[in-house]
């Protein structure tokens, strides 16, 4: 299993930015697909998650209506679009799926919210 994020950078508060996670190594469409993000001296928390076929998705609350998640099962890799972004929203995110009981982690994008 390899998850690989990509789409991290600083950018102004207002602003958007669009991460991806391109997978491999399991068959992606089978699985639900999720978004987390650690800030510093914080824990890790789930941010959003999309259902297999993409049907179903929800959101953390601190993130709802300025995040939207996806996934392109033809390309193996699921996206998250960030609107309007806080300095709040500053922490390295990570894709991630459970596979088997086991929980499998990319190595992080960097997303800094600063003017």
């Known amino acids: 299993v390899q998850l690989v994020e990509s789409g991290g950078g600083l950018v102004q508060p207002g602003g958007s930015l669009r991460l991806s996670c391109a997978a491999s190594?399991?068959?992606?469409?089978?699985?639900?697909m999720r978004w987390y993000r650690q800030a510093p001296g914080k824990e890790r928390e789930l941010v959003a998650w999309?259902?297999?076929?993409?049907?179903?998705?929800d959101y953390a609350d601190s993130v709802k209506g300025r995040f939207t998640i996806s996934r392109d099962n033809a390309k193996n890799t699921v996206y998250l679009q960030m609107n309007s972004l806080k300095p709040e929203d500053t922490a390295v995110y990570y894709c991630?799926?459970?596979?088997?009981?086991?929980?499998?982690w990319g190595q992080g994008t960097q997303v800094t919210v600063s003017s």
């Open positions: 991630n799926i459970i596979r088997q009981f086991t929980a499998y």
């Open positions: 190594g399991f068959t992606f469409s089978r699985y639900t």
């Open positions: 999309i259902s297999s076929v993409g049907g179903s998705a």
